[in-house]
């Protein structure tokens, strides 16, 4: 924690497959780290078996289709070693992490959004002989998770020189301008609320991708949204979802065209929704 500059974050990985029967269980002193990595870096994230944020629960690049950044307490860990409730704690790798029905069976809650740890290649570490993952691989990896209230860590590991090698450069690149591109034709339209948002568009036009956000300061509150895609008054498409949170991509199978968006938070906790983005691109 020292002699590196600022650090960003702990990733406390926590993998312990021992039992204290089998003599290979580890005992974690998570108090003792939080307090010391703090103390050395005070703006540093405790993940994973932290309380900061936590592991997704899977390697594939995958978020839950609602993905919830309040769960209970005890997900965490370090938390979960104290926890001394009825109901089992529930597991980073569970599919409901923050559904109603779950948080009724507790008391504590967390704001615990979910990191998506996954490689450049077919597995960890680096490999003279391994080859990045596709270009179209990396891309899908990365709307589903950054446009599915995830957080994305893509591994990138160095050579035997400490040097990240000439064809995972090449292939990042790619995978910035085809990212770029998704977001660069962003369709401006005229945007009004009532009992949902409404984005006017000067003129027809052809929508591939839809972007949501909350405003996350008021937490996270969405839990079904519809967007409906209209030439004039008739409505040529529908699309229904889940959550929103940080960041939703809604990435059409193929263009829609029209001249009018509609947006309706159709469930949401609390008296309203804070939504902070709407966007429409080509």
Same mark, same amino acid.
């Given at each position: 924690?020292?002699?590196?500059?600022?650090?960003?974050?702990?990733?406390?990985?926590?993998?312990?497959?021992?039992? %204290?029967?089998?003599?290979?269980?580890?005992? !974690?002193?998570?108090?003792?780290?939080?307090?010391?990595?703090?103390?050395?870096?005070?703006?540093?994230?405790?993940?994973?078996?932290?309380?900061?944020?936590?592991?997704?629960?899977?390697?594939?690049?995958?978020?839950?289709?609602?993905?919830?950044?309040?769960?209970?307490?005890?997900?965490?860990?370090?938390?979960?070693?104290? !926890?001394?409730?009825?109901?089992?704690?529930?597991?980073?790798?569970?599919?409901?992490?923050?559904?109603?029905?779950?948080?009724?069976?507790?008391?504590?809650?967390?704001?615990?959004?979910?990191?998506?740890?996954?490689?450049?290649?077919?597995?960890?570490?680096?490999?003279?002989?391994?080859?990045?993952?596709?270009?179209?691989?990396?891309?899908?990896?990365?709307?589903?998770?950054?446009?599915?209230?995830?957080?994305?860590?893509?591994?990138?590991?160095?050579?035997?020189?400490?040097?990240?090698?000439?064809?995972?450069?090449?292939?990042?690149?790619?995978?910035?301008? %085809?990212?770029?591109?998704?977001?660069?034709?962003?369709?401006?339209?005229?945007?009004?609320?009532?009992?949902?948002?409404?984005?006017?568009?000067?003129?027809?036009?052809?929508?591939?991708?839809?972007?949501?956000?909350?405003?996350?300061?008021?937490?996270?509150?969405?839990?079904?949204?519809?967007?409906?895609?209209?030439?004039?008054?008739?409505?040529?498409?529908?699309?229904?979802?889940?959550?929103?949170?940080?960041?939703?991509?809604?990435?059409?199978?193929?263009?829609?065209?029209?001249? %009018?968006?509609?947006?309706?938070?159709?469930?949401?906790?609390?008296?309203?929704? !804070?939504?902070?983005?709407?966007?429409?691109?080509?």
């Amino acid at each position: 924690m020292t002699n590196y500059g600022e650090i960003f974050c702990l990733w406390l990985d926590g993998a312990d497959d021992g039992t %204290k029967e089998d003599g290979k269980y580890q005992e !974690y002193d998570y108090d003792r780290i939080f307090e010391l990595a703090r103390k050395l870096q005070p703006n540093i994230l405790l993940a994973n078996g932290g309380p900061d944020v936590r592991w997704v629960g899977n390697e594939d690049a995958r978020t839950r289709r609602s993905e919830w950044s309040v769960v209970p307490a005890c997900v965490c860990p370090a938390i979960a070693k104290k !926890y001394r409730g009825n109901t089992p704690a529930p597991t980073q790798m569970d599919a409901d992490l923050g559904s109603r029905e779950l948080l009724d069976k507790y008391e504590e809650y967390l704001w615990y959004p979910a990191e998506v740890d996954y490689s450049i290649h077919k597995g960890w570490f680096y490999h003279p002989w391994q080859m990045p993952r596709s270009l179209n691989n990396l891309y899908s990896a990365y709307m589903r998770t950054v446009g599915g209230n995830g957080l994305f860590l893509l591994n990138i590991p160095p050579d035997k020189k400490g040097r990240i090698v000439s064809r995972d450069v090449r292939r990042l690149l790619s995978l910035k301008k %085809k990212i770029d591109k998704t977001f660069s034709g962003k369709i401006e339209g005229k945007v009004t609320s009532g009992e949902g948002y409404l984005i006017t568009l000067p003129h027809i036009s052809s929508v591939r991708t839809v972007v949501l956000k909350e405003d996350v300061d008021y937490s996270q509150r969405v839990e079904s949204f519809s967007l409906c895609f209209l030439v004039g008054e008739k409505t040529v498409e529908k699309h229904v979802g889940t959550v929103i949170g940080f960041s939703t991509f809604v990435r059409l199978k193929k263009p829609i065209r029209c001249d %009018k968006v509609l947006l309706n938070i159709n469930e949401c906790r609390g008296e309203k929704a !804070y939504i902070s983005t709407f966007e429409l691109y080509e």
